[in-house]
């Protein structure tokens, strides 16, 4: 790796620690030139209100989705989204966001699928920065632009399409939307619109864990012991079978594929990002209502 | 949806020249000027439940909407929405700077696709400006219901 891992103590406990970077590491390595730091929000302005010196915006619907085709980018549009932002393939990148890093796990999901071999996590987010009083800056960042490779995107490890679920059904699956769309009642989250699917309910089999359950109070990944004890103990996923996460979209599954895969090590977890909206509006796939997973 | 011709109040029109006339770099900032510039809520609003929530956005925003009893019953716009989601305080910006203190009949003949004629879809995604379509479609019928009372 170009940047050495962060090797804060508290950080050794995941299954794969250098997939994470502490507040204080950054703010002592933020000038190292091989490492850019990205912010990735919902809310596309937060960014602009003030954001980490030197970090760059990129956003979800604007630069990781195509315009046309429900899809991401294409390696072409990729290569020219990160060389524009002095990207190379050796460079560390550091993701923060808003809202618990949910668009920052996203981001990093979809830089995952097309192989960037660095991509980090900045644990607590944007929110765990602000609170430590550390600096932001309304200023732009100015950087050289490089060339980075045209790499094509392979969905095959990480990511799952509806047919890969309906064969996988009878399998594990977590569902990490809120209670209210799991069971049914709600078709998106609380307080967002009610849109999106035709109905409501989930994947047979599949268990919940919403997603959020993976941070602490302060906004940090909960420890390594609170995490097996929801996902392992609770809910009984195990770290060597083949685990599927979904939501609406796949944005909120990404942050738990990144729980699972990064921090508690499970070998083999694609992200259904098709999720509710697809599967939810689809003729004729099972459903089920109601708080219980359900069988096939 | 498919751009109406019906003609903007004066100034959601400059508005809409100002953003129109600016790269999408530029319209962000504007869009953060407007969203700096969002008036705060008046005291009396404060954890009010005279406010309506406006669903469409991605974060909800709160707005409530004051009618004059008089002739040409002058509306005026109030809104609330947290310092973290600048978009949506950024589009309650532009809709209080273009229609707050218009008569109710001008703001009853905004059409329902000002939002989408901004500018702001390509700086903000379509998405994102549904949110704005949602806040306007709040305010006329608001403004509505609190000019023809009954």
Redesign the interface.
């Known amino acids: 790796m170009p940047v050495p891992a962060d090797p804060s103590p508290e950080l050794a406990q995941y299954a794969h620690p250098e997939r994470l970077v502490t507040t204080a590491w950054l703010a002592e390595n933020l000038d190292d030139p091989g490492l850019v730091v990205v912010e990735s929000d919902?809310?596309?302005?937060?960014y602009?209100?003030g954001h980490i010196p030197g970090a760059v915006r990129i956003?979800w619907?604007?630069d990781l989705n195509d315009p046309l085709t429900r899809d991401y980018v294409d390696g072409e549009a990729f290569a020219r989204l990160m060389g524009g932002h002095g990207i190379t393939r050796d460079t560390t990148i550091v993701l923060y966001g808003?809202k618990n890093n949910w668009w920052a796990a996203y981001a990093l999901w979809v830089f995952s699928l097309f192989g960037h071999p660095d991509v980090r996590l900045l644990d607590g987010g944007r929110s765990a920065w602000v609170a430590e009083g550390r600096p932001m800056t309304r200023q732009a960042p100015s950087r050289v632009s490089t060339d980075y490779p045209l790499v094509r995107r392979d969905d095959s490890a990480l990511r799952a399409f509806q047919s890969d679920v309906l064969a996988h059904l009878g399998r594990p699956l977590v569902d990490v939307r809120s209670p209210g769309e799991y069971s049914g009642d709600l078709l998106h989250m609380p307080?967002?619109?009610?849109e999106g699917a035709m109905r409501g309910g989930h994947v047979p089999g599949a268990v919940s864990v919403p997603w959020a359950r993976a941070a602490a109070e302060d906004g940090r990944f909960k420890d390594r012991e609170d995490l097996e004890a929801i996902y392992l103990t609770e809910v009984g996923l195990d770290p060597q079978t083949e685990t599927i996460a979904y939501c609406r979209i796949g944005e909120r599954s990404s942050h738990t594929w990144f729980v699972l895969t990064h921090l508690l090590g499970f070998s083999h977890v694609r992200n259904y990002d098709g999720s509710w909206t697809e599967w939810g509006n689809s003729v004729r796939v099972p459903i089920v209502r109601g708080t219980q997973p359900g069988g096939v | 949806m498919t751009a109406s011709t019906t003609p903007l109040p004066a100034a959601l029109a400059d508005i809409a020249a100002d953003l129109q006339a600016a790269s999408a770099r530029g319209r962000l900032d504007l869009l953060l000027e407007f969203s700096d510039e969002l008036p705060p809520l008046p005291p009396r609003y404060a954890g009010s439940a005279l406010l309506e929530r406006v669903d469409e956005c991605q974060t909800p925003l709160f707005l409530t909407v004051e009618v004059e009893p008089e002739q040409p019953h002058r509306v005026h716009l109030f809104f609330a929405a947290p310092p973290e989601a600048p978009t949506t305080r950024g589009f309650a910006g532009i809709l209080h700077a273009g229609l707050d203190g218009l008569p109710a009949h001008d703001v009853l003949a905004v059409p329902d696709d000002a939002p989408m004629r901004l500018g702001l879809a390509e700086a903000v995604s379509p998405l994102r400006v549904r949110g704005m379509v949602g806040m306007l479609a709040r305010i006329k019928r608001q403004v509505r219901a609190k000019a023809h009372p009954g």
């Open positions: 919902e809310d596309v302005l937060l602009d209100t956003d619907h604007l808003d307080d967002y619109p009610q």
